[in-house]
């Protein structure tokens, strides 16, 4: 059960007596937001005050929920298809603080069921923001996969048309490549989890999105129209799609009672605050992973060039060469610390991984390995063996199946992470790595942990989010035991956030400037993910890579720019000069590290381990709306740094102004931009910048 079902058993009768078949409407205020529940229609409406009248949050919705009842299945039912309301109200103290539970229960529906639907709004003293939920209830045989707090059928305006207002449309994973879209206030858009429609000029923007994630996969749909317009716009919880990696339909979570996730609305001068704000909530619910003491890792991981022909002769010599030149000269974090991180081992025995970690720690270095807990990388004709050594469970026991058949994602089995034989597998994984001295864990594949199964071996779990909840708090049990290890989660959906130190932020990234753009892409839109994982990760940063045309030294300075903007730097060149695998160019990368990584204003930029925000919000480099964008700022208390990336071939050129900044003439004493090391005159009117093609600047305002 959710925290928020355990308070919503808590009434308060004497509160508010419950008024049957309500015949007027209903105003709740609850800081500068207003919701109305207007009781022809039984609908709602949520606006917020502009300083000057009331806007529109969302207006007339319907909250909605399908459900199953004495084995008879589809029926549908809303607050409209109800004969009756009751109201009535209660105080909750929480995690958000002190506040009252406003409940509208409906109830004899038009299908003649003893079923209700109740929409509760969550409003607390001092918080910018209300929750809300739907609860179904009926008897022990009610069943539900879809439930809408906010279902919007009826359009409303919501600003002025301007081609700069924007919906943000959040991935659900980082798999495949995908991106964060800011579409236009036109056509059909699905957002998973969350979503922002903001005014670009004015950032004025909503922000609405689930603050729950352990039972349901959530998502935001808008219809919108003349860049203005919402034609029509649900929040509900029960998503399924192939964004979502399913096939099957989202699991049907069982009664007597069940509740949708609870939702965040808010409203905000600056959409990018209410992102922040959003992020902190999803917090006070479920805590981020905060274990790492530390520091923001730099340091080295294998797979960006060396890929599969990794061997312990390069990572002792990549080691050697971190701690002879590398740190020396500013390539660390500010406790000195490097990570070297192995994807691929290439044959290598535990007794040579033993003598790896032992050479990295005597370097004063952490040593980092590679696992994935929901894959069985194995063929078909391997399914019968046992899924490890002293396990009484085969293969094929432990994948899950979807319409019978086992399933796969990426290549690989999806391993029923409820199953005693997964959780035999995870254990002995997690248990070498400990044994074999690394304390750093890059954890990849986390999605296939999270695809709809038939069933599960845990009968009590019925979605492939309470599932994914299950077999990763054992992984983590494990991880735990001793001194935690750092938690890089990789391929991996956004949330649940609570199992990783770190989360990558895009699919595979390199070193050519389209993949900077790319990883920067997930910094436009989703750099508030850094409220509930330590560190934001950019992916592996090369500079010389495998390909015959060689990255150039602005493509280099773009990449790097990249990890300082996100808040994480791991390079992943080859620099063992003795390698003869064939991978990458030891000396040019050698050559082109002394110029690029050892650049100690950008490091310490990168160590203060924060994501930078979007300048504008609007101006991506491309016309498609999934571009990244090219200005961001990371405000720190001594320092205000912006960072240009030019993503194309030809020089940009252009001016920021300083109240975009937050910046005012007298605010700051210099300007240096940090790549050349050259002072930079800055105007009232803002901060004019030149970027030559495949490259970028970092200004570094110093405050007074």
């Known amino acids: 059960m959710s925290k928020k079902g355990v308070i919503c058993t808590m009434w308060c009768a004497c509160l508010f007596p419950a008024v049957a078949a309500m015949a007027e409407d209903v105003v709740i205020k609850a800081g500068d937001l207003r919701i109305t529940y207007v009781e022809n229609g039984k609908q709602f409406n949520v606006e917020y005050n502009s300083g000057k009248a009331y806007r529109p949050v969302f207006m007339g919705s319907v909250p909605e929920a399908t459900y199953d009842i004495h084995g008879k299945d589809g029926f549908r039912i809303s607050s409209a298809s109800c004969a009756e309301a009751d109201y009535q109200k209660r105080t909750v103290n929480d995690a958000f603080g002190k506040g009252t539970c406003h409940a509208f229960v409906f109830s004899s529906p038009a299908s003649g069921d003893d079923v209700t639907l109740t929409q509760e709004f969550y409003v607390y003293e001092g918080r910018d923001y209300v929750l809300t939920d739907v609860v179904l209830k009926g008897d022990a045989s009610l069943r539900s996969n879809y439930l809408a707090p906010v279902a919007v059928a009826t359009p409303y305006d919501l600003y002025a048309p301007a081609q700069t207002n924007r919906m943000l449309k959040v991935p659900f994973d980082n798999d495949g490549f995908v991106r964060y879209h800011k579409n236009r206030l036109t056509g059909d858009m699905t957002s998973y989890e969350v979503s922002a429609l903001y005014a670009g000029e004015s950032r004025r923007g909503i922000v609405l999105g689930s603050v729950e994630h352990n039972r349901w996969k959530s998502a935001v749909e808008v219809k919108a129209s003349g860049d203005s317009r919402v034609e029509a716009l649900r ?28 939702m965040f609305i808010g409203a ?17 619910v ?3 992973r905060k274990t790492w003491k530390r520091g923001t890792p730099f340091g080295w991981q294998s797979w960006g060039v060396m890929s599969d022909k990794n061997s312990y002769d390069v990572d002792v010599a990549v080691s050697e060469y971190f701690k002879e030149t590398l740190k020396p000269n500013g390539f660390c974090n500010s406790q000195g610390i490097n990570i070297m991180s192995i994807d691929a081992w290439d044959g290598m025995s535990s007794e040579q991984r033993t003598r790896f970690s032992e050479v990295v720690k005597k370097n004063g270095q952490v040593p980092g390995s590679y696992v994935t807990p929901f894959c069985l990388w194995w063929n078909e004709d391997m399914l019968y063996r046992k899924i490890c050594e002293g396990s009484q469970y085969t293969g094929y026991e432990c994948v899950i199946k979807v319409n019978g058949k086992p399933a796969k994602l990426d290549g690989a089995y999806c391993l029923d992470p ?22 750093y864990l890059k954890v990849d594949f986390t999605s296939n942990g999270m695809v709809q199964a038939d069933s599960y071996y845990n009968k009590d779990v019925t979605t492939a989010v309470e599932a994914y909840n299950e077999g990763f708090s054992h992984f983590i049990s494990e991880v735990d035991k001793g001194e935690p290890m750092f938690i890089a989660l990789s391929i991996a ?14 699919c595979d990234t390199w070193g050519k400037i389209g993949q900077s753009e790319y990883s920067l892409n997930a910094v436009s839109g989703g750099w508030w993910t850094n409220e509930f994982y330590q560190y934001n990760d950019p992916d592996h940063l090369v500079l010389v890579g495998n390909d015959a045309d060689k990255e150039t030294e602005g493509e ?6 990249n990890g300082a903007v996100s808040g994480m730097v791991l390079v992943s060149d080859n620099y063992s000069l003795e390698d003869k695998s064939g991978r990458g160019d030891a000396k040019l990368s050698r050559e082109r590290a002394q110029k690029i990584l050892m650049n100690k204003d950008v490091n310490e930029m990168a160590d203060f381990g924060r994501s930078a925000r979007p300048v504008y919000g609007y101006r991506e480099y491309n016309d498609k709306g999934d571009g990244a964008e090219n200005c961001f700022v990371l405000d720190t208390e001594k320092y205000l740094y912006v960072s240009v990336v030019n993503y194309k071939d030809n020089q940009i050129a252009g001016k920021v102004a300083l109240e975009r900044l937050g910046l005012s003439p007298s605010s700051f004493s210099s300007v240096k931009e940090l790549w050349s090391g050259d002072d930079v005159k800055v105007g009232k009117d803002g901060l004019s910048y030149t970027v030559p093609g495949k490259d970028a600047k970092i200004y570094r305002f110093l405050k007074k």
């Open 493 to 506: 959906p956004i949330f649940p956030y609570q199992y990783g130190n770190s989360r990558r932020i895009a």
């Open 235 to 262: 929040v509900f919880s029960g998503v399924s799609n192939q964004e979502t990696r399913d096939e099957l339909p989202h699991g049907k979570v069982r009664g007597p009672e069940v509740r949708s996730a609870l």
């Open 556 to 561: 280099n300075r773009a990449r790097i720019t």
């Open 418 to 439: 409820t199953h005693p034989g997964t959780k035999e597998f995870i254990s002995r994984e997690v248990q070498n790595k400990k044994k074999e001295g690394f304390e």
């Open 268 to 284: 905000f001068a600056d959409w990018r605050n209410g992102m922040e704000e959003y992020a902190r909530a999803n917090t006070l």
């Open 286 to 288: 479920q805590p981020m």
